[in-house]
């Protein structure tokens, strides 16, 4: 059984930067890609940035530039620096990852951008 644990979302003003975290733990013997999804108030679920196991990239334009995906293979974790955040951002970050022939979700973290 495998668990994807997220951390890091929270309140921040626009301009400003937070870091998310999904850590991967359970009966994993490798994770192929990892990456983040986000789902804002009545906007289906879109793709912010996924990292290969080859830590290739791949990023939604709008958030090119700003946000930076990154993964330590060594602890099973993912991260998504995000920087010069806009109220746009403001949604739920979900961590996916793919281990094995099946796909893991995390739970889900919060994030607003507010003044």
């Known amino acids: 059984q495998v668990q994807l644990v997220e951390s890091g979302g929270g309140l921040v003003q626009p301009g400003g930067s937070l870091r998310l975290s999904c850590a991967a733990s359970g009966s994993i013997v490798s994770i192929n890609a990892m990456g983040w999804y986000r789902r804002a108030p009545g906007k289906q679920r879109e793709l912010v940035a996924a990292?290969?196991?080859?830590?290739?990239?791949n990023y939604a334009d709008s958030v090119k530039g700003r946000f930076t995906i990154s993964r330590d293979n060594a602890k099973n974790t993912v991260y998504l620096q995000m920087s010069s955040l806009k109220p746009e951002d403001t949604a739920v970050y979900y961590c996916?990852?793919?281990?094995?022939?099946?796909?893991?979700w995390g739970q889900g973290t919060q994030v607003t951008v507010s003044s």
């Open positions: 990292i290969t196991s080859g830590i290739s990239t």
């Open positions: 996916h990852a793919g281990i094995g022939f099946h796909g893991y």
